[in-house]
């Protein structure tokens, strides 16, 4: 599977904006290559990751360290986020109200389907979860606020990719092949696949292509408010939340969940 977490560096027409500040860049390319699974990286990790000089990142990770946004380990080298990240992240969580919103409609549709039901943004290549339910049962996938996962083998990625214009789906499209030119055209015609089955059960399905033991659909929707396309999933491992249930039963409740949450959104 292609590794949708790799970063790229900043782009040619970016630099050649004048009002771009490379350096910021950089030191955000710095913070967002840590991912869910990390608990420390050494300076070589950060350059790998983010294709800078490993002297170009040990001044961002001693600037990013004096500012909190870092904390490093003296006995191992290493850097883990600091407390700062976390202060800008909760604030921003706290002002999304569709969270709150959706929250009791996802814990029902958790319950119903004994699965986990997520609502997740576009962050790069990857789709982050910003509200996450899970079922009282014990076969629910352990997937948490904060978690990512792969934009183009994802339910909820294809449901994103699905529903966005043409002209970005194909710019996010273009930067996913550019990862992984030899497994792009497989890649593809599971985005492609989904792109028909939005259109033709108004939700996208992943069974087995992010996970070989998991199975998952999703459905998109605009929140307003100037906030990005956002989507819901429902997914689970496969023997529990098979193909034929979450298509016949979860599907059409999945489907009245986003009704419901556009009509709500619509009125605030």
């Not at 883990?80 to 706290?94: D, E, H, I």
């Not at 943004?121 to 792969?150: F, H, K, N, Q, W």
């Not at 998109?220 to 396309?229: D, Y």
Request: charged share 25%; aromatic share 6%; proline share 3%.
């Amino acid at each position: 599977m292609v590794d949708t977490e790799k970063k790229k560096s900043v782009s040619p027409a970016h630099k050649e904006d004048r009002h771009f500040v490379t350096a910021l860049a950089r030191g955000l390319e710095v913070l967002a290559c840590f991912r869910g699974g990390d608990t420390a990286l050494t300076n070589q990790e950060i350059a790998h990751r983010c294709k800078l000089p490993r002297s170009t990142v040990s001044r961002l990770t001693m600037t990013l360290t004096k500012l909190g946004y870092l904390i490093h380990l003296e006995d191992s080298g290493r850097y883990r986020l600091g407390t700062a990240c976390l202060a800008l992240g909760s604030s921003m969580l706290a002002r999304l109200d569709v969270r709150k919103i959706a929250r009791p409609m996802m814990q029902e549709l958790a319950e119903f389907s004994h699965g986990t039901v997520s609502l997740g943004v576009r962050d790069r290549l990857s789709m982050l979860y910003i509200e996450s339910c899970r079922s009282s049962s014990a076969l629910a996938l352990t997937l948490d606020v904060g978690s990512r996962i792969p934009l183009a083998t994802s339910a909820i990625g294809r449901a994103w990719l699905a529903a966005v214009a043409e002209r970005e789906r194909t710019d996010v499209m273009e930067q996913i092949r550019e990862l992984d030119d030899v497994a792009w055209p497989g890649i593809k015609r599971g985005i492609e696949r989904g792109i028909e089955d939005y259109r033709t059960l108004n939700v996208t399905c992943s069974f087995g292509d992010w996970q070989a033991d998991v199975n998952g659909i999703a459905r998109a929707f605009q929140p307003g408010g100037g906030l990005p396309a956002m989507a819901i999933n429902v997914g689970g491992p496969s023997f529990s939340l098979s193909k034929e249930f979450l298509l016949e039963e979860v599907r059409p409740r999945l489907m009245r969940v986003i009704a419901q949450l556009e009509d709500t959104l619509k009125d605030r």
